[in-house]
């Protein structure tokens, strides 16, 4: 009986949380202009509108060059904030490490108002440069865990031995090193592309004026009105921030096989 409860509270719990996302999904393909059961009808007629909506493709595309530019700087960052972390030993290294990662422990909100008032200090006004250190700021810690994990399990024995045969310190970490973290790096820089383009809570207070990414621009047309290209666009966020986790970790795990 008590086995038989917690299923059913399990599914209960997981039919809550999925089914907003599931009537977002089956809602867009709706032909009816306003979403309703049952749908009138199955049509791509939404997606063909977002499509030509210049505001969401202007929004689409500062999204997604800001998350490129946010993984490529998080990722890197975070090889050698990683490399420094498990093979060498300095002062002040458990500080350091707890600072690096202090962000996955600060709600976002805070973070956010922390970093506007910073920069209002030194007399910053808000800009691309600022949302990308924030995003920067909020990816970087999940890419340090991810390496920082794969490293560990890295014998350093490969490493002494290409420094013994000859090899410096840069030609072991390109040869040796890197290729046995190449799935930790592709799954973290997947990780911090898709937390900086779902990112609104704190891309709200760093965004400079007339600047708008996918997520602010959804909140504000659900400000203004409930539109059907919302539901579409809603699609496309679940598919992006779902898919390319999912990608990230099937792929991380095909090639750590490849390399055993």
Do not use: C
Not at 72 to 98: C, D
Not at 141 to 164: C, D, N, T
């Amino acid at each position: 009986m008590g086995a038989a409860a917690i299923k059913a509270f399990t599914a209960f719990v997981y039919v809550f949380m999925f089914a907003p996302i599931a009537v977002v999904v089956l809602l867009s393909f709706n032909s009816a202009q306003f979403g309703s059961f049952p749908i009138e009808g199955f049509s791509l007629r939404w997606f063909e509108e977002l499509a030509n909506n210049a505001a969401i493709v202007r929004a689409f595309q500062t999204s997604l060059w800001l998350a490129v530019v946010t993984a490529v700087i998080s990722t890197t960052v975070g090889i050698l904030a990683s490399l420094a972390l498990v093979r060498y030993n300095f002062p002040g290294k458990s500080w350091i490490n707890t600072l690096l990662l202090s962000p996955i422990m600060i709600p976002e909100t805070v973070l956010g108002v922390g970093l506007l008032l910073f920069m209002l200090w030194l007399s910053q006004p808000r800009s691309f440069a600022v949302l990308m250190l924030g995003h920067v700021l909020v990816s970087l810690p999940y890419v340090i865990l991810v390496v920082q994990a794969r490293l560990m399990g890295i014998k350093r024995v490969y490493e002494e031995a290409a420094l013994s045969l000859g090899a410096n310190r840069i030609q072991t970490f390109f040869a040796i090193t890197f290729p046995l973290l190449l799935p930790a790096v592709f799954a973290g820089s997947l990780f911090a592309f898709t937390i900086s383009f779902d990112n609104i809570t704190a891309t709200i207070f760093w965004r400079p004026p007339g600047t708008e990414t996918v997520p602010t621009q959804i909140y504000g047309m659900l400000r203004n009105s409930i539109s059907p290209e919302i539901n579409a666009l809603g699609t496309v966020m679940i598919l992006i921030t779902v898919g390319l986790p999912l990608v990230a970790g099937a792929l991380a795990r095909y090639f750590a096989r490849n390399r055993e």
